[in-house]
């Protein structure tokens, strides 16, 4: 990593070449044009083109950092936080396919490297703020009372995606234990627990978008939206914006160091979605519903809902948008997209 002027802030993100991640670089070259950034990504589901097409819907001009085609485990984290001094470190980078059931693979890419990571932020004093997941509730019993997640309910995950992301919130957990017994301050470490997250950006990720984005583009191509039986399953769907928003006010001076969740504090039905959609875009289509596979049942979550009360507190922040809100003008955003695309297309045809 190349040293920078010493009057610019500095941030390192990984997995900046992703959906979430991208949306982060932007949002901080808005909000401040002269930052340095350093992106760490190895490319495999990111995309050059998610920080290209982030930073123009952003406004902030082409992008003029620095990226790292590497993998967080390839890095050796002291020496480059020492020679960059960060302003914080913002830990995005993982496999985030919750269908992935190589469990090795998982553990070894999502779970072994933060330890460097944590070890070398707090040595070296610099805020980390690292991503979560909602997966690492799986199904708790407070989901059946259909109420919001507590922070205390996790810990029983329904993949090894989301066992990977308990596994590093345990890893923060005995490090801070470890301060408090020795009557030490604890150091500024955030974990955010991402719940649902939409929005612009999301295109590259495939099946592993959004149902926001999979539902809008099936009844764009004027098929049934399809959903399974009935459409009553219940998540909190949260825009990115706010996961961005809330993921940098981790790294604010004020923000008290812990687990937090992150989402809308809100549930929304499938039915919910395809209703938003229909709104946006001026059209009625009805689901079509079918059969959850079998193997499915019992390691889906049917119900989530983050409990925000301790982000509030904690982080002062609270969501800016309501899910229905965003989901309208997403679906539009979609629609429009593709009428421009269809129309360069045809230009050049």
């Known amino acids: 990593m190349a040293s920078q002027k010493p009057s610019e802030s500095v941030y390192i993100v990984t997995g900046g070449a992703g959906f979430i991640g991208s949306n982060l670089v932007a ?24 920080i290209v097409e982030a930073c123009e819907r952003n406004g902030v001009g082409p992008f003029r950092g620095s990226v790292l085609s590497d993998s967080v485990s390839d890095l050796n984290w002291q ?3 020492l020679g960059l001094q960060p302003k914080a470190v913002f830990h995005l980078a993982a496999i985030t396919d919750t269908l992935e059931f190589d469990e090795k693979k998982m553990i070894s890419e999502n779970t072994e490297p933060f330890t460097d990571i944590l070890e070398a932020c707090v040595e070296c004093n610099v805020p980390l703020v690292y991503a979560s997941s909602a997966a690492t509730y799986g199904s708790p019993k407070v989901a059946d009372d259909r109420v919001p997640f507590p922070l205390d309910a996790a810990g029983m995950p329904n993949n090894v995606y989301g066992f990977s992301k308990w596994l590093m919130d345990v890893e923060v957990f005995r490090f801070f ?6 009557n030490e301050s604890l150091p500024h470490v955030v974990g955010l627990r991402y719940f649902n997250v939409f929005g612009p950006g999301e295109s590259r990720k495939g099946k592993m978008a959004s149902m926001v ?3 809008t583009n099936q009844i764009l191509d004027g098929q049934r939206p399809k959903l399974f039986k009935v459409g009553e399953h219940e998540r ?7 996961v961005v928003n809330c993921t940098i006010a981790g790294a604010n001076p004020n923000a008290k160091p812990g687990v937090y969740n992150l989402g809308s504090g809100q549930t929304t039905s499938f039915n919910d979605i395809v209703d938003a959609i229909n709104e946006a875009l001026g ?7 079918f059969d959850m596979p079998e193997k499915m049942v019992s390691t889906y979550q049917h119900y989530t809902c983050a409990d925000m009360s301790e982000t509030k507190n904690g982080l002062n922040w609270v969501p800016a948008w309501s899910p229905i809100d965003a989901m309208i003008r997403y679906a539009r955003q979609i629609a429009s997209e593709r009428t421009s695309s269809s129309s360069v297309t045809s230009t050049h045809g």
């Open 27 to 50: 949002t901080l070259l808005r909000n401040e044009p002269n930052a340095m950034i350093y992106v760490v990504d190895d490319f495999r589901t990111g995309s050059y083109a998610n």
């Open 79 to 81: 020496p480059a936080l």
């Open 236 to 242: 909190d769907q949260v825009f990115v914006d706010d």
């Open 177 to 182: 234990e470890q301060r408090l017994s020795a």
């Open 283 to 289: 059209m009625n289509v009805a689901a079509e519903y």
């Open 213 to 215: 984005l999979h539902l």
